[in-house]
């Protein structure tokens, strides 16, 4: 069967902690983020070729014995209706899948917890889990509706037993120490939770986040926002392309 599939990475030892890893890229997406740096997967995934499902899954059969986690990511995967084959698949060939989500929905994300098809996911916290902060950020009108499916799928993964992360890429423009307090608050008690360095590269054009908090700032965030979760890092990248 024919997916599409717009980006793959062989081998990543970045997008799933202590895994060696194979990321693919699934196209479109609810949200439309000023500083997302896939944006042309979400706006313009039809002018990108898609990558052959038979050559990612021989890859994955032969090098099984490598690979530790396969991770898809997007996007917003839960947006393709091919997600949970493609997961069927994966687990098939013995391999622990990853899902990156905006939490937006959360019924399907308790189904692949509770159906033991996943066993790890980064979602992302955009800002204060408030429809107002949440709105400026995700190019949306975020209802009050959408943002309890985005709680309610916190909430899920806090009372999971897999591998999970909250993380917030921090962009200056949005930003500040008191709404990362908020967040604390809101997910205190998180196994993992994640400061991310924001980079302008990939960005579109005229957005402009502000600079990047210094490796200093982001040091200083962890250190207050700690106290909160049992694990806290940052993902600091160093410079700016």
């Known amino acids: 069967m024919r997916y599409p599939i717009k980006g793959w990475i062989k081998n990543s030892f970045c997008d799933w902690d202590s895994k060696i890893s194979s990321v693919i890229f699934l196209p479109g997406c609810n949200f439309r983020c000023s500083f997302c740096q896939n944006w042309p997967l979400v706006e313009r995934y039809e002018d990108i070729p898609d990558v052959e499902w038979l050559e990612i899954e021989s890859y994955l059969i032969e090098h099984r014995d490598f690979i530790d986690g396969f991770v898809i990511t997007g996007g917003e995967p839960f947006v393709s209706d091919f997600l949970f084959d493609i997961i069927e698949k994966i687990k098939s060939i013995g391999i622990a899948v990853k899902i990156d989500t905006n939490g937006t929905f959360p019924d399907k994300l308790k189904y692949l917890i509770e159906n033991e098809l996943i066993r790890g996911v980064s979602m992302d916290v955009k800002d204060a889990l408030e429809a107002e902060f949440y709105s400026r950020i995700c190019g949306i009108t975020i209802t009050p509706e959408l943002m309890e499916k985005i709680i309610e799928s916190t909430k899920i993964l806090m009372n999971s037993k897999i591998d999970y992360e909250f993380r917030t890429t921090l962009v200056r423009k949005f930003h500040t120490i008191d709404n990362l307090k908020k ?11 994640v400061l991310q360095q924001y980079r302008s590269i990939g960005v579109k ?7 990047p908090f210094s490796k200093e700032e982001m040091l200083r965030f962890q250190e207050v926002l700690s106290e909160f979760f049992q694990k806290c890092d940052i993902r600091y990248y160093g410079t700016n392309t």
């Not at 967040?183 to 939770?193: D, E, M, P, T």
């Not at 054009?205 to 600079?211: A, I, P, R, T, V």
């Open 183 to 193: 967040i604390g608050v809101q997910l205190k008690g998180a196994r993992k939770y």
């Open 205 to 211: 054009d005229g957005f402009d986040g502000g600079e």
